[in-house]
């Protein structure tokens, strides 16, 4: 399984952007090939359960979190072995600490997990 770690996160104003990246922590070994994964950002704010906020498929399908579509942008450069996501229009909502996920499976929830970044947005 692929170890990861996400970065970018940081503290903004409303109507603000951030660009989140996902690698994996460690080199990868031979065996392990990151396009073969289904890659997804999800986010856990306070008081709440874990919520899926973007994924991309290793074919490429894409699928958002209503509250996100129009405002964020999910991406994957499997030649760089990184995932982006790319937030504009930032709201107060979205604050939340923000997780990769590497899913070898189309099972939700299954696969590796980063420790997260914190996005935090002010009014």
């Known amino acids: 399984q692929l170890q990861l770690v996400e970065s970018g996160g940081g503290l903004v104003q409303v109507g603000g952007s951030l660009t989140l990246s996902c690698v994996p922590s460690?080199?990868?070994?031979?065996?392990?090939?990151?396009?073969?994964?289904?890659m997804g950002w999800y986010r856990e704010a306070p008081g709440k359960q874990r919520e899926l906020v973007a994924r991309?498929?290793?074919?490429?399908?894409?699928d958002y979190e209503d509250s996100v579509k129009g405002r964020f942008t999910i991406s994957r450069d499997n030649a760089k072995n990184t995932m982006y996501l790319q937030m504009n229009s930032l709201k107060p909502e979205d604050t939340a600490v923000y997780h990769c996920?590497?899913?070898?499976?189309?099972?939700?929830?299954?696969?590796?997990w980063g420790p997260g970044t914190q996005v935090a947005v002010s009014a």
């Open positions: 991309i498929r290793r074919d490429g399908m894409i």
């Open positions: 460690i080199s990868l070994d031979s065996g392990t090939i990151f396009s073969f994964y289904n």
């Open positions: 996920n590497a899913n070898p499976s189309r099972v939700e929830g299954l696969g590796s």
